[in-house]
């Protein structure tokens, strides 16, 4: 593992624009819904103010603009929070984007219970539920710096709509650059036990990373996958562990309606049916308050985690 430092995912995709521009890819076009500061699209801006333009506060224009951008041969990146790209410009990307199969990227940022003091008005939990509806969408969640990076790299390498979703809230970093890979539709096996499986994504993990640790030094073997594509779902390693740990735990900063949680049930239902325990947001809106304090609130620290999993290793 490399040595922990905490980055917030929307630093990462900054960066990784910063970086993809920088390398000479030329076709990279940003547009901004006048958040740019907070999601980091500013890096860019900055260095690029000719391929950077802030649509203001109009969302569902913004995602028009860049679908006819993207008919040009541009990539376009559209960047605003999770509540105002997946929620109110939903009609945009299923009619303008997702209708048309175009090469557009949504990049929303803030998502989760994390927004913290935002309170439930943005507090989108509901984001992969609407962006796994549309067709051919694929929906990415990354789990740290060196992940979010690869998933805007792979997005942009990517012929179609992605939905991307990042966090404001800073989180370690559990990848080590030296052998990380990453792969659209691929998860990966972080821990290995059999007593039971556990498989999270985005700010989720490395929480579950925590419990899971604190588990196996109670004589509990955890199998922990992170899941940084919920769509397509990697459903081999899903029904790998559904075959040799029987049962499944999901955790997600997200409802249990809709998400990754329910992509985990239609997939071992059909394939190989076993219990599964979704932790999430279950079926409630958020609440203001400081980031961890909401979580914790929600049952989504470590230690509640742990417990979650702990009560359903033993169930009969």
């Given at each position: 593992?490399?040595?922990?430092?905490?980055?917030?995912?929307?630093?990462?995709?900054?960066?990784?624009l910063l970086e993809l521009a920088d390398a000479g890819h030329d076709d990279i076009i940003v547009f901004d819904a006048d958040l740019s500061a907070s999601t980091r699209t500013e890096v860019f801006a900055k260095k690029y103010?000719?391929?950077?333009?802030?649509?203001?506060?109009?969302?569902?224009?913004?995602?028009?603009?860049?679908?006819?951008?993207?008919?040009?041969?541009?990539?376009?990146?559209?960047?605003?929070?999770?509540?105002?790209?997946?929620?109110?410009?939903?009609?945009?990307?299923?009619?303008?984007?997702?209708?048309?199969?175009?090469?557009?990227?949504?990049?929303?940022?803030?998502?989760?219970?994390?927004?913290?003091?935002?309170?439930?008005?943005?507090?989108?939990?509901?984001?992969?539920?609407?962006?796994?509806?549309?067709?051919g969408m694929v929906v990415m969640c990354p789990a740290d710096d060196l992940e979010a990076r690869a998933a805007v790299r792979a997005a942009y390498n990517h012929k179609g709509p992605v939905y991307l979703r990042f966090s404001?809230?800073?989180?370690?970093?559990?990848?080590?650059?030296?052998?990380?890979?990453?792969?659209?539709?691929?998860?990966?096996?972080?821990?290995?036990?059999?007593?039971?499986?556990?498989?999270?994504?985005?700010?989720?993990?490395?929480?579950?990373?925590?419990?899971?640790?604190?588990?196996?030094?109670?004589?509990?073997?955890?199998?922990?996958?992170?899941?940084?594509?919920?769509?397509?779902?990697?459903?081999?390693?899903?029904?790998?562990?559904?075959?040799?740990?029987?049962?499944?735990?999901?955790?997600?900063?997200?409802?249990?309606?809709?998400?990754?949680?329910?992509?985990?049930?239609?997939?071992?239902?059909?394939?190989?049916?076993?219990?599964?325990?979704?932790?999430?947001?279950?079926?409630?809106?958020?609440?203001?308050?400081?980031?961890?304090?909401?979580?914790?609130?929600?049952?989504?620290?470590?230690?509640?985690?742990?417990?979650?999993?702990?009560?359903?290793?033993?169930?009969?």
């Amino acid at each position: 593992m490399a040595e922990m430092k905490n980055v917030a995912t929307r630093d990462s995709y900054g960066a990784a624009l910063l970086e993809l521009a920088d390398a000479g890819h030329d076709d990279i076009i940003v547009f901004d819904a006048d958040l740019s500061a907070s999601t980091r699209t500013e890096v860019f801006a900055k260095k690029y103010p000719e391929r950077f333009f802030d649509c203001g506060i109009a969302e569902a224009n913004m995602v028009n603009v860049a679908a006819g951008a993207s008919t040009f041969g541009y990539v376009p990146f559209v960047s605003t929070f999770a509540m105002f790209a997946a929620g109110r410009a939903y009609e945009q990307i299923r009619n303008t984007i997702g209708y048309p199969a175009l090469n557009v990227k949504i990049a929303a940022t803030h998502g989760g219970l994390s927004v913290g003091e935002d309170g439930a008005s943005h507090q989108c939990c509901e984001d992969f539920a609407l962006m796994r509806t549309i067709p051919g969408m694929v929906v990415m969640c990354p789990a740290d710096d060196l992940e979010a990076r690869a998933a805007v790299r792979a997005a942009y390498n990517h012929k179609g709509p992605v939905y991307l979703r990042f966090s404001r809230l800073a989180t370690p970093v559990i990848h080590d650059e030296s052998n990380f890979r990453f792969e659209i539709g691929k998860g990966e096996v972080l821990c290995d036990g059999f007593d039971v499986a556990v498989i999270s994504t985005g700010l989720m993990t490395s929480e579950a990373l925590k419990a899971v640790k604190a588990l196996k030094q109670q004589g509990i073997n955890v199998r922990l996958i992170n899941m940084p594509t919920i769509k397509p779902l990697d459903e081999e390693i899903v029904l790998r562990a559904a075959r040799e740990c029987h049962r499944i735990v999901t955790v997600e900063e997200h409802s249990v309606i809709g998400g990754l949680g329910e992509a985990v049930c239609s997939t071992v239902s059909e394939k190989c049916p076993v219990p599964v325990r979704r932790l999430g947001v279950q079926d409630c809106y958020g609440t203001s308050g400081p980031a961890w304090d909401v979580l914790r609130k929600f049952g989504l620290t470590a230690d509640a985690i742990a417990e979650e999993i702990r009560e359903f290793a033993k169930a009969d």
